[in-house]
């Protein structure tokens, strides 16, 4: 089974919209954290917000937000006033706890947000 | 500024060569991991480390093989490259979790075509 799907593989929002990326992931363990990824058209990862899965409050950080509703195992980010520079692939991650303590990350296939003038 | 570098951003190499991709990072992080990305499949992880010569397979391990004797330098080979090889590849690194969950860095990828 995927730990981490991502449906929507292509999305638009007009300039100063918000809009929201959907993520659903799956695990038995109860700890873990929730990340999610910006890959520009340059390549590299960028890391934009984490939530843990005993994280009372939802995360943010600047106009990113995380939309956290752990009954459902969603983890939606959530991007307020969009800016043209945040067209790019997105992707959301999980990381469970290992007995080597590296945590490893799964992926899911991403979506490519275009931001329209 | 955490850093990771990897040493081409573009690589061009021939069936059946013997290919190192280096990946070096400046915060001194215990973790190390490859990826490779593909087109509608994410990023797959291949191998990672959480010491130095100390190595654990990924997903993916198939065709590859790793090394790492320096904390700081994680280096992917591909010991008789393929065209089912083409691909991006990404290097990370993050601090020994102790019961956290740190994110992981990333350095800009080498995009490897095998011919």
Known sequence: ?117 | DVKVTQSSRYLVKRTGEKVFLECVQDMDHENMFWYRQDPGLGLRLIYFSYDVKMKEKGDIPEGYSVSREKKERFSLILESASTNQTSMYLCASSLWSGGRFYEQYFGPGTRLTVT
């Open chain 1, 1 to 117: 089974a995927q730990k981490i799907t991502q449906t929507q593989p292509g999305m638009f929002v007009q300039e100063k919209e918000a809009v929201t990326l959907d993520c659903t992931y799956d695990t038995s363990d109860p700890s873990y954290g929730l990340f999610w990824y910006k890959q520009p058209s340059s390549g590299e990862m960028i890391f934009l917000i984490y939530q843990g899965s005993y994280d009372q409050q939802n995360a943010t950080e600047g106009r990113y937000s995380l939309n956290f509703q752990k009954a459902r195992k969603s983890a939606n980010l959530v991007i307020s006033a969009s800016q043209l520079g945040d067209s790019a692939m997105y992707f959301c991650a999980m990381r469970e706890a290992d007995q080597t303590g590296a945590n490893n990350l799964f992926f899911g296939t991403g979506t490519r947000l275009t931001v329209i003038p």
